[in-house]
Nanobody, 120 residues
Framework: QVQLQESGPGLVKPSQPLSLTCTVS??????????WAWIRQPPGKGLEWMTG???????GVSPSLRSRTSISRDTSKNQFSLHLSLVTPEDTAVYYC????????????WGQGTQVTVSS
């Protein structure tokens, strides 16, 4: 069974950077052909796709977040991470990591989500 688990700080001060890590078990992040992504949901709003990385290391970022978002991976630990700089209270959200098979438009496995609050 594929499992994804988010980890990181639950509270971040404005203007500080945020890093979250997704640890994957039951599957390898280097197995073709899967795409691994970060998706968030601010309170009272819908899901927002942020960034993702392919099984072979190619990444993409939402245009609205490109200036302060990046993604990285550690294949030795089977993890991938979100990096978000200069956070504001508008970045308060539940952050999810998820997997999408190339042949599907939806994500087949999700982490449980982690709440991140940006506040001084």
């Amino acid at each position: 069974q594929v499992q994804l688990q988010e980890s990181g700080p639950g509270l971040v001060k404005p203007s500080q950077p945020l890093s979250l890590t997704c640890t994957v078990s039951g599957a390898s992040i280097t197995t073709a052909e899967y795409f691994w992504a970060w998706i968030r949901q601010p309170p009272g709003k819908g899901l927002e796709w942020m960034t993702g990385i392919t099984y072979n290391g190619r990444s993409g970022v939402s245009p609205s977040l490109r200036s302060r978002t990046s993604i990285s991976r550690d294949t030795s630990k089977n993890q991938f991470s979100l990096h978000l700089s200069l956070v504001t209270p508008e970045d308060t959200a539940v952050y999810y990591c998820a997997r999408r098979p190339y042949h599907r438009v939806d994500y087949d496995f999700w982490g449980q989500g982690t709440q991140v609050t940006v506040s001084s």
